[in-house]
């Protein structure tokens, strides 16, 4: 019976700390989300401590609402699924959509499984056309 409940408490505890979102529409995604950039992924992602670091080239930025200094040539994402983070390939073009985060001293782009990440083959800054969001409140997120 101990080994029962233990098992138990092992599985409820394993699931709790998987990757979990709350189902929004895309356009609530982007609405609320930090910022939302086009960008052309320069490399396969290097991993540092708990995140995966793609080096990136910035093509547009559609929305952002960051106040200081943000680095535009990286985007962080966690290094697993089960901690929401995203395999992004080298070479593609994707609209992301994320928060910032204070990382290793230094206000960071972070995105994950919960945000957008909409693959492009070629450069789609001619026909992508963002969402409006004039006179939508979606509350951001808090940034820290």
Request: with cysteine.
């Amino acid at each position: 019976m101990q080994l029962l409940i233990l098992f138990v408490l092992l599985t409820i505890t394993g699931l709790s700390s998987a990757c979990s979102c709350i189902d929004t529409s895309v356009h609530e995604k982007y609405c609320k989300a930090d910022f939302a950039v086009l960008v052309k992924v320069l490399n396969n992602g290097r991993v540092s401590g708990m995140n995966r670091i793609y080096r990136i080239k910035l093509e547009a930025t559609y929305r952002s609402n960051v106040y200081g200094s943000v680095d535009k040539r990286q985007i962080f994402t966690a290094t697993n699924s089960a901690a929401c983070g995203v395999i992004l390939q080298r070479g593609y073009y994707y609209i992301l959509t994320g928060y910032y985060r204070t990382i290793d001293g230094a206000r960071r782009m972070k995105t994950g499984l919960c945000d957008i990440q909409q693959r492009f083959d070629r450069n789609p800054k001619r026909f992508y056309r963002p969402p409006n969001c004039n006179g939508i409140y979606f509350p951001n997120r808090m940034s820290t």
